[in-house]
């Protein structure tokens, strides 16, 4: 072989390559920026958010602060539909979910909400902004004791103190609308 035909075979050998390099290059980008199909809403079991079932949750007495600093305990509201949120305002996710369940809140009427705010203060423009009142883990015993280890997380109790369904991570608000329904239509 002559020096001219090896050069030509390495540099097919290198444009064949970096063609390839291309294709699955740009093949990768038109994946990630294509739009998933859209899809259906269905019950809680296949929501359209990113959450994630919390597994074996089961009922815990716990204890957290009001604003005001006196101590409220989950046991008080025993006979009652119940849905605690754990959340936080340094995750914006959190802030969102809890935003939503601002605005339903007089929807659902015969639910006890429990916006519990693991960090130590609210930020006072979110405060304003809320109608729902707010509760402190201070003691992190609530986090610890339903082994919340993602904000936020939505645990829904139904009457006899059991947790009827728990999620944590962002949701939607068909999704979380349709927790809440089933909430309301056990109790």
């Given at each position: 072989m002559s020096k001219k035909t090896i050069i030509i075979f390495i540099l097919s050998i290198l444009f064949?390559?970096?063609?390839?390099?291309?294709?699955?290059?740009?093949?990768?980008?038109?994946?990630?920026?294509?739009?998933?199909?859209?899809m259906e809403f269905k019950l809680p079991e296949e929501e359209l958010s990113n959450t994630k079932d919390l597994e074996n949750i089961t009922y815990v007495d716990i204890s957290f602060?009001?604003?005001d600093g006196n101590l409220n305990k989950l046991s008080e509201s025993k006979?009652?539909?119940?849905m605690i949120l754990f959340w936080s305002p340094d995750n914006q996710d959190s802030v969102e979910v809890?935003?939503?369940?601002?605005?339903?809140?007089?929807?659902?009427?015969?639910i006890k909400f429990y916006m519990i705010n693991t960090s130590d203060t609210t930020p006072?423009?979110?405060?304003?902004?809320?109608?729902i009142d707010i509760y402190y883990d201070k003691l992190k015993e609530g986090a610890s004791k339903f082994y919340i280890t993602e904000l936020p997380s939505m645990i829904y109790i139904q009457k006899n103190n059991e947790v009827l369904h728990a999620k944590s991570g962002f949701t939607s608000t068909?999704?979380?609308e349709a927790n809440l329904d089933i909430l309301a239509e056990n109790f």
């Open positions: 064949v390559a970096l063609a390839g390099g291309v294709y699955f290059y740009a093949n990768n980008e038109l994946k990630k920026n294509a739009k998933a199909p859209e602060e009001n604003s006979d009652m539909a119940t809890l935003k939503k369940v601002d605005s339903m809140n007089e929807k659902y009427e015969n006072k423009e979110l405060e304003d902004e809320l109608t068909d999704a979380l």
